[in-house]
């Protein structure tokens, strides 16, 4: 379901062939939206990107998904940002130059980018393919210019290739909110025969609810607002559990595989580590910014374990995608135009999107 704030006839790199692409896209210049000091409005902001690098290719923006890190990083919440902040890393659009290193990927083709711009790529994890906890890797949003623009560059190992049965529309949030969701998903080595639970069903937690779903889990959904019951079952949830219900909760203990956090808030953690299987894996995607109130031996008692994990690694990307296209796996989003960002920003501080922002670009 798609919620269409207002529509815009600016043409975009959709409507363009690969040589219009080239002809009409040569020049460093870009033009973005970008936060000047912590927590302030999005401005126009233009600038020169410098010449493209022999590794870097250069996409002409269509649609770019706000994530809620946007937020934090605009924020300065982790205190890493710099400013002048263009956020936006859930980039979908069309490869319009490549620099002479680049391989496997053509001017024209449609792709996407997330969290990740770059990394050193002859790190041990980088060689291992595990370049997504590279130390020396660079945010999309952070030292860098994000999507919130009419163009994006990256390293050509994070530009993926998107399969055309994606909605290039509705394909933002899976560069980094799905790939988030998915990551715990292959990391566990879930399968048709296990059961885990998804805490927030929100702008992670609906999409984590359609992955499992479609992976073939059993899925539980836990919720205190029975007025989402019927959109969270219709979003993947098999069961759905009110988190405030003492019995509902104390039945399901000892049952769940795997349980996802994707909230921000500190919860009862051990209540939760209480509904997992023996060697059962509480696993957080949410930034609790709270320690984390764990007894040791509830963690011991089933050899239970607590695990997290970043965004995914460019193959895993790939994966997700191809994974995503062939099962028909989507998020629900509402599109702005670009040129309403402060609009669509105030929503999603609001907590009133259902369920994930996309901006479309409509730069003239």
């Given at each position: 379901m798609t919620t269409t704030t207002q529509a815009t006839n600016a043409p975009t790199a959709d409507n363009l062939s690969a040589t219009d692409l080239e002809v009409n896209q040569p020049n460093n210049q870009v033009r973005a939206y970008a936060a000047m000091q912590a927590g302030g409005e999005l401005e126009r902001y233009d600038f020169d990107a410098g010449e493209l690098k022999i590794d870097e290719v250069e996409i002409a923006v269509s649609y770019c998904g706000i994530c809620h890190s946007d937020l934090s990083v605009i924020d300065n919440d982790w205190g890493m940002s710099q400013y002048?902040?263009?956020?936006?890393?859930?980039?979908?659009?069309?490869?319009?130059?490549?620099?002479?290193?680049?391989?496997?990927?053509?001017?024209?083709?449609?792709?996407?980018?997330?969290?990740?711009?770059?990394?050193?790529?002859?790190?041990?994890?980088?060689?291992?393919?595990?370049?997504?906890?590279?130390?020396?890797?660079?945010?999309?949003?952070v030292g860098h210019s994000g999507g919130f623009a009419d163009k994006v560059r990256a390293q050509w190992q994070w530009?993926?290739?998107?399969?055309?049965?994606?909605?290039e529309s509705k394909a933002g949030p899976l560069m980094c909110g799905g790939i988030t969701?998915?990551?715990?998903?292959?990391?566990?080595?879930?399968?048709?025969?296990?059961?885990?639970?998804?805490?927030?069903?929100?702008g992670l937690g609906h999409m984590a609810l359609d992955f499992l779903n479609a992976w073939g889990c059993e899925v539980t959904a836990f919720s205190s607002s029975p007025e989402k019951y019927d959109a969270i079952r219709e979003m993947g949830a098999h069961h759905i559990i009110d988190s405030k219900d003492a019995d509902a909760l104390k039945d399901a203990q000892g049952s769940l595989d795997l349980i996802i956090s994707t909230v921000n808030v500190a919860l009862d953690w051990n209540l939760y580590l209480s509904l997992l299987k023996p060697e059962g894996k509480l696993h957080y995607v949410g930034a609790v910014l709270k320690p984390l109130d764990i007894q040791a031996f509830n963690l011991i008692g089933g050899a239970k374990s607590v695990a997290g994990s970043p965004t995914g690694s460019a193959a895993e990307l790939r994966q997700m995608v191809k994974f995503a296209a062939r099962a028909g796996v989507e998020p629900i989003t509402e599109t702005y135009p670009m040129s309403q960002i402060n609009e669509a920003m105030t929503r999603m501080r609001e907590g009133k999107a259902r369920y994930r922002i996309v901006l479309e670009n409509d730069f003239e």
């Open positions: 002048p902040v263009i956020a936006g890393h859930e980039i979908v659009g069309q490869i319009i130059r490549m620099g002479e290193a680049v391989k496997g990927l053509q001017v024209g083709q449609t792709v996407g980018i997330g969290w990740t711009a770059e990394s050193c790529q002859h790190c041990d994890f980088c060689i291992d393919g595990k370049a997504n906890v590279c130390r020396q890797s660079t945010p999309t949003i530009v993926i290739p998107l399969p055309a049965e994606l909605d969701v998915f990551r715990p998903i292959i990391q566990h080595q879930m399968d048709a025969s296990k059961k885990v639970g998804v805490i927030g069903i929100g």
